[in-house]
């Protein structure tokens, strides 16, 4: 079947998509993947959840990519005597002007690092979930509209659990994404400690496109052309995990359309107006991984939702000719 031909736009979403990878590189070396992820996520209007150790740059992703699209920071530290207001804001009584007054919390940025969000208590967990659904904030009967781009990288260390509160189920499909940093190769801590050991290179790291420039990349992708045989695969792809022996819960509608969002903005960002079944494969794993729950047996085998993914892709046939 023809498909659209690549345009001028096309090109220049790629363009502009590599130049704001390349430079978030410059202060996360040797993660080009996952600086690829963030952004595919940030560019879908999605939210990320980066589960790995301490130390690995989650802090400085986050503030790099904040600066590269001219955007706001905003950073929570996420601990159990954490409150709600904390995160979205309070209402406080001005007595000069006889009224209260809105004084807006972190979440109000472009970029918002919520650091270690399962130490907090599930009700201010749920606050940060309900902005990120919405893409607003209600506080005293009053509504107030998050600014776009607005992403949220919430991270969690996978190795100390005391004093936790682990996200369930129904919040962690709230993610579009999660990705493992991991630790840098010889050769890319080698370039770490010669460029971060004297001065943080963040102070030098300038703009490379505008947060406008991003909202109007968001746009464009949601016009990239996916093929009725490729829906197809997304649905056959979610029939099969719930029908799947070692899972509890399979993918939801969300995570379907998660997919599909994902899949465009790929997409877009290799230079073309249509998606590929080599597009759902490359994504999967972030995107589904997570939101899939294995049954308490098959964890006694070591079955992982990533398994299953791979169980999944392995067994699903692949439409001839969607998107080709």
């Keep these: 079947m023809p498909q659209p031909a690549i345009d001028v736009r096309s090109s220049a979403f790629a363009e502009q998509f590599e130049?704001?990878?390349?430079?978030?590189?410059r202060i996360i070396q040797g993660k080009d993947?996952?600086?690829?992820?963030?952004?595919?996520?940030?560019?879908?209007?999605?939210?990320?959840?980066?589960?790995?150790?301490?130390?690995?740059?989650?802090?400085?992703?986050?503030?790099?990519?904040?600066?590269?699209?001219?955007?706001?920071?905003?950073?929570?530290?996420?601990?159990?005597?954490?409150?709600?207001?904390?995160?979205?804001?309070?209402?406080?009584?001005?007595?000069?002007?006889?009224?209260?007054?809105?004084?807006?919390?972190?979440?109000?940025?472009?970029?918002?690092?919520?650091?270690?969000?399962?130490?907090?208590?599930?009700?201010?967990?749920?606050?940060?979930?309900?902005?990120?659904?919405?893409?607003?904030?209600?506080?005293?009967?009053?509504?107030?509209?998050?600014?776009?781009?607005?992403?949220?990288?919430?991270?969690?260390?996978?190795?100390?659990?005391?004093?936790?509160?682990?996200?369930?189920?129904?919040?962690?499909?709230?993610?579009?994404m999660r990705v493992r940093i991991g630790y840098p190769g010889r050769s890319a801590e080698l370039e770490i400690l010669a460029t971060h050991a004297d001065r943080d290179p963040l102070e030098d790291l300038a703009a490379v496109v505008t947060?406008?420039?991003?909202?109007?990349?968001?746009?464009?992708?949601?016009?990239?052309?996916?093929?009725?045989?490729?829906?197809?695969?997304l649905v056959d792809l979610a029939e099969a995990s719930r029908r799947h022996p070692a899972l509890a819960l399979g993918m939801s509608p969300r995570a379907t359309l998660s997919l599909l969002r994902v899949v465009r903005v790929r997409a877009a960002a290799a230079g073309r107006r249509y998606a590929t079944p080599d597009d759902v494969k490359a994504l999967a794993h972030p995107v589904l991984a997570h939101r899939l729950l294995v049954t308490p047996d098959a964890q006694v085998h070591g079955t992982t939702g990533a398994d299953v993914v791979d169980a999944l892709l392995g067994h699903v046939p692949v439409p001839r000719g969607a998107g080709r």
């Design 19 to 25: 130049r704001i990878a390349g430079n978030v590189a």
């Design 33 to 176: 993947d996952v600086i690829e992820l963030v952004l595919v996520c940030l560019l879908a209007e999605g939210h990320l959840l980066l589960e790995d150790v301490p130390g690995v740059g989650k802090t400085s992703l986050a503030k790099a990519l904040a600066a590269s699209i001219e955007g706001t920071f905003g950073r929570v530290q996420f601990t159990p005597d954490l409150l709600p207001a904390d995160v979205v804001g309070v209402s406080v009584y001005d007595r000069s002007a006889g009224r209260f007054e809105f004084r807006p919390g972190p979440v109000f940025a472009n970029i918002i690092l919520a650091d270690e969000i399962n130490r907090a208590s599930p009700k201010t967990q749920s606050a940060l979930l309900e902005s990120m659904a919405e893409g607003q904030v209600t506080v005293d009967g009053a509504t107030y509209t998050l600014e776009s781009p607005f992403l949220v990288l919430a991270t969690q260390n996978p190795i100390d659990h005391e004093g936790t509160f682990p996200l369930p189920e129904s919040q962690l499909d709230r993610f579009l």
């Design 211 to 233: 947060a406008a420039e991003v909202r109007a990349m968001s746009v464009e992708a949601r016009a990239v052309h996916v093929d009725p045989a490729l829906l197809g695969y």
